[in-house]
């Protein structure tokens, strides 16, 4: 009876970790972009800590935003949208709490992708798409936002060519197959496989162009009240975020030196995305190693949407933004 009674305690024991692992909904788009969420999964950084995320996979960020505020979801890992501002803007309650990828000099992320047919016709910079029908997923989008600054930055305005919304990614690559639209702008690893397929041609990188704080992480007000469980998401993501940079990002002499677990990294980028590894080693976008967002670019973001009217005011920072669980974190798990 001993014996059975002390095999009792130990199975307890045992048992006590796998009950205390807390389900947590990620929204994400199987894009080179979400390369950290994926890793903390594969690697169980996120089990680590006693999160077991379930990964709800979108065709665009604008419907994640609205998922979070909905409570369908939990956290939100995708880009900063005009939709997300305006559903905080309305009064719910959604907290940008970390870096998920920056259109940044140097590492592709989102590509301005020409059709081969007008890359022919001599179409060789941002200047040129004057007059030209220009796909991005959804108006208020991240590439709405990319294309708009990037024709400004050049002399011209959105009003100089003809948005095409397509609403989803894959609809875009396709609209540019059939020569609906002359560009797209659409991330990795789809302009690998439009250069790959023969029919698209990389007009620029959008970060050699524009760089932008463009992709967060954020909470829903569940998550946000809920402490303990939010912190843990945060160190799991610091962690596979670490291990990310050191693997696909750190440079030397401007050019990026594959740290040891390179390869594995494109690996588990290419199982979750379904590209090609050869697409994928294309490039992954830059972050910040420990995940601190850009804030002040935030506020930028939101004064433009204003001016051209996807929002009739600017949020305060301080009722968007809460960096709390990224310092926790990365305190917790050592700097």
């Known amino acids: 009876m001993l014996r059975v009674l002390m095999l009792a305690v130990v199975l307890l024991v045992l048992d006590g970790p796998a009950q205390a692992v807390e389900r947590v909904r990620v929204g994400v788009l199987k894009l080179s972009s979400s390369a950290p969420v994926f890793v903390g999964v594969e690697k169980g950084f996120f089990q680590e800590q006693g999160v077991d995320p379930e990964l709800v996979f979108f065709q665009a960020a604008a419907p994640i935003a609205t998922a979070v505020a909905a409570g369908q979801i939990d956290v939100g890992a995708t880009g900063l949208t ?15 709490v970390a870096d998920k990828g920056r259109e940044w000099p140097g590492y592709p992320l989102t590509a301005i992708v020409v059709h081969k047919d ?24 991240t590439f709405h936002y990319q294309i708009g600054n990037a024709l400004e930055k050049d002399g011209l305005s959105l009003n100089d060519v003809k948005i095409a919304p397509l609403q989803a990614l894959t609809a875009a690559l396709e609209a540019l197959r059939g020569k609906h639209v002359d560009a797209i702008l659409i991330p990795q690893p789809f ?15 959008a970060g050699d162009v524009f760089p932008w704080q463009c992709c967060v992480v954020f909470y829903g007000k569940k998550l946000a009240a809920e402490r303990e469980r ?3 998401f945060m160190k799991g993501y610091v962690e596979a975020s670490r291990y990310y940079h050191d693997a696909v990002l750190r440079q030397k002499d401007g050019r990026i030196q594959p740290g040891a677990n390179h390869d594995e990294v494109i690996a588990i980028t290419a199982k979750y995305t379904g590209a090609a590894p050869d697409v994928i080693r294309v490039g992954f976008p830059y972050q910040d190693r420990n995940e601190r967002p850009l804030t002040e670019d935030i506020e930028k973001q939101m004064t433009w949407w204003v001016r051209h009217g996807f929002m009739k005011a600017a949020i305060p920072l301080r009722e968007i933004v809460d960096t709390s669980f990224v310092e926790a974190a990365i305190k917790a798990v050592g700097e």
Request: no cysteine; glycine share 18%.
């Open 82 to 96: 005009a939709a997300l501002y305006n559903i905080v803007l309305g009064g719910e309650r959604i907290w940008i």
């Open 118 to 141: 007008v890359w022919d016709a001599g179409v060789r910079g941002v200047r040129d798409l004057k007059g030209r029908r220009i796909g991005v997923t959804q108006l208020g989008s």
């Open 191 to 205: 302009p690998g496989i439009a250069e790959a397929q023969g029919f698209g041609k990389v007009l620029a990188w």
């Open 230 to 232: 939010a912190l843990a």
